[in-house]
């Protein structure tokens, strides 16, 4: 693993996601093996999406109901 992450913002996505987000040994382990022939390395964090949507246009720009105020 290299330097890791920051812990500010570390602190900054657990509050944004909650309990979307973990650093959990067991849940990051699994979400590092892959196809290719590198041993697996396990990410500093996971955070889950809730809904595809709001992970591409989080700010709803997309959208052409709403009013985009600026």
């Known amino acids: 693993m290299g330097q890791g992450l920051d ?9 944004l ?10 849940v990051r382990e699994h ?6 022939h590198f041993p697996p390395i396990a990410p500093d964090a996971v955070a889950v999406m809730r809904d ?3 992970a ?10 709403k009013v985009v105020v600026l």
């Open 52 to 54: 595809i949507e709001r």
């Open 17 to 26: 996601l909650r309990d979307r987000f973990t650093r959990s040994r067991e």
């Open 31 to 36: 979400h590092g093996p892959d196809e290719s």
């Open 7 to 15: 812990q500010a913002f570390v602190a900054a996505l657990a509050t």
């Open 56 to 65: 591409l246009d989080p700010d709803d720009l997309l959208d052409p109901g």
